[in-house]
C-alpha cells in the first residue's frame, strides 16, 4: 500500500556524444499504477535531426529493461515489445509496466533538433529502482545514452523489496530485453499496427547506406 505519492518534475538531464547525437531526457508525472506520466526527450546531432536513425526511453530495473518503447526517426513508427504503430494514430502499446497510446506520441523537427513527448499510463506497480534509461542513435550506429531515476509512490518497508524481486523475476522468466521483443501479443491487431509492421519490414530489407 503506497502511503504517499511523489510526483515528478525534474530538470532534464544531458548526455553528449562526441561526434554524434546528443540526448536529453526527462519524465513528468507519477509513475504509479494507474497513473499516467509523460516522457520528453530532445535529441540533437551536428549533422541534422536527419542524421538520427532511433531514440529509445527503457524502464530499466539493475540494467534489465522492464519496457522500452523504441521510436524510429526515418518510419515515424514507435514500438513497444512486439507491437507496432504510427505515431499519432489511434493504436494502444501494451508492455509489462507501461501503455503508450500512439495517437499522443507527438514528434517536432528543425535544424539539428528532434523533440519527442508521449503518455505513458503505468499498469504495475513499478519498483522503486528503477530507472528511466534515454538513447539517441544516428544512421553511423553512433549513440549516447543517459539514466535518470524513475519517480514512484513510497511503499511501506517490505512491500518494495519484494516489488523488485517480483519484476527481476518477470524479466528473466521473459528472456529479459530479447523476451520483451518477441513476446506474442494475444490481440486482435489493428490497421496501424499492420502499417507500422508493413513498414518496419520493408526498411528492414533495405540495405543501410
Do not use: C, K
Not at 180 to 208: D, F, K, L, M
Request: hydrophobic letters at 45%; charged letters at 20%; glycine letters at 12%.
Amino acid at each position: 500500500m503506497a502511503v504517499a505519492v511523489a510526483t515528478a518534475l525534474a530538470s532534464p538531464a544531458v548526455a553528449q556524444g562526441q561526434d554524434g547525437p546528443a540526448v536529453r531526457g526527462s519524465v513528468t508525472g507519477e509513475l504509479a499504477r494507474g497513473r499516467e506520466a509523460r516522457v520528453r526527450a530532445t535529441v540533437t546531432h551536428p549533422e541534422g535531426w536527419r542524421a538520427l536513425d532511433r531514440v529509445l526511453v527503457s524502464l530499466e530495473l539493475h540494467g534489465v529493461p522492464l519496457d522500452e518503447i523504441d521510436y524510429s526517426v526515418g518510419d515515424g513508427v514507435v514500438s513497444l515489445g512486439s507491437a507496432h504503430a504510427v505515431a499519432g494514430t489511434g493504436n494502444a502499446l501494451t508492455g509489462r509496466f507501461l501503455r503508450v497510446n500512439a495517437f499522443g506520441v507527438t514528434v517536432s523537427t528543425g535544424g539539428n533538433r528532434l523533440e519527442l513527448s508521449f503518455p505513458v499510463r503505468v499498469l504495475r506497480d513499478v519498483p522503486g529502482e528503477a530507472r528511466i534509461r534515454f538513447v539517441a542513435e544516428d544512421d553511423e550506429g553512433r549513440s549516447v545514452a543517459l539514466g535518470v531515476p524513475a519517480v514512484v509512490p513510497d511503499q511501506e518497508e517490505g512491500s518494495s523489496a519484494t516489488t523488485v524481486i517480483l519484476a527481476a523475476a518477470a524479466a528473466l522468466l521473459a528472456g529479459g530485453y530479447l523476451g520483451a521483443r518477441v513476446a506474442t501479443h494475444r490481440r486482435r491487431p489493428s490497421v496501424y499496427e499492420a502499417v507500422a509492421r508493413r513498414i518496419v519490414q520493408e526498411r528492414g530489407s533495405r540495405p543501410r547506406g
